[in-house]
């Protein structure tokens, strides 16, 4: 268990819709980093957020937008999903003096 | 830019022999971090060993271990008395020490089969 908690595990819905999904990090951590692991494709860095405030932004679509909370737990929002937005979405958390990163258990979103 | 580059698509090795997964890494930072992180069919990214870019010393976990080579940009992981379980994606990472971003840059990875 890496303490990183992320819900929810599974979620089907169509194209067109809009999901949330959330993430609380690590009791202590700070930064909170979101991903999209694509079937069979490695892991692309969306979106990092350091105490509520967004430190770096990678590959993320203008459909998809995230916060950082002041409890710190995180969301990631999804809109006008595609059949494309399919994917496992994984989030991490780290202290950011430190070098790892803890991965919570992702979740699946299937578009139909 | 740094990228990350896993050479190896596909490896296969027998119970209780060694494996290697190759990685190599570009950057022209001087400190960072290297990461092996292992992906199961369960989906769960669990980390396997990490190596701090000013440490000359490889690192050892139990059975992992890793050859780093600064100079030579490379980051092999080397797997001793394989076990079934260690049937997985493997991912190498990169991770800058300093800067205003610590985000991991992953490698395509590696799908290491373990034969009975």
């Known amino acids: 268990d890496s303490g990183v908690t992320q819900t929810p595990k599974h979620l089907i819905t169509a194209t067109g819709q809009r999901v949330t999904l959330r993430c609380s990090p690590r009791?202590?951590?700070?930064?909170v980093y979101w991903y999209q692991q694509s079937l069979d494709q490695g892991l692309q860095f969306l979106i990092q957020?350091?105490?509520?405030?967004?430190?770096a932004k990678g590959n993320i679509l203008e459909r998809f937008s995230a916060q950082q909370f002041p409890d710190l737990h995180s969301e990631l929002n999804l809109s006008s999903l595609e059949l494309g937005d399919s994917a496992l979405y994984f989030c991490?958390?780290?202290?950011?003096?430190?070098?790892?990163?803890?991965f919570g258990e992702g979740s699946r979103l299937t578009v139909l | 830019a740094q990228t990350v580059t896993q050479s190896q698509p596909e490896m296969s090795v027998q119970e209780a022999e060694t494996v290697t997964l190759s990685c190599t890494y570009d950057t022209s930072e001087s400190d960072y971090y290297l990461f092996w992180y292992k992906q199961p069919p369960s989906r769960q990214m669990i980390l396997v060993i990490r190596?701090?870019?000013?440490?000359?010393q490889n690192a050892t976990e139990n059975r992992f271990s890793v050859n780093f080579q600064k100079a030579a940009k490379s980051f092999s992981l080397k797997i001793s008395d394989s076990q079934l379980g260690d049937a997985a994606m493997y991912f190498c990472a990169y991770r800058s020490a300093g800067g205003a971003t610590n985000k991991l840059i992953f490698g395509t990875g590696t799908l290491l089969a373990v034969q009975p």
């Open positions: 991490a958390s780290s202290v950011v003096s430190h070098g790892e990163l803890f």
């Open positions: 957020y350091y105490n509520g405030e967004e430190r």
């Open positions: 009791s202590g951590d700070l930064s």
């Open positions: 190596q701090e870019a000013y440490k000359q």
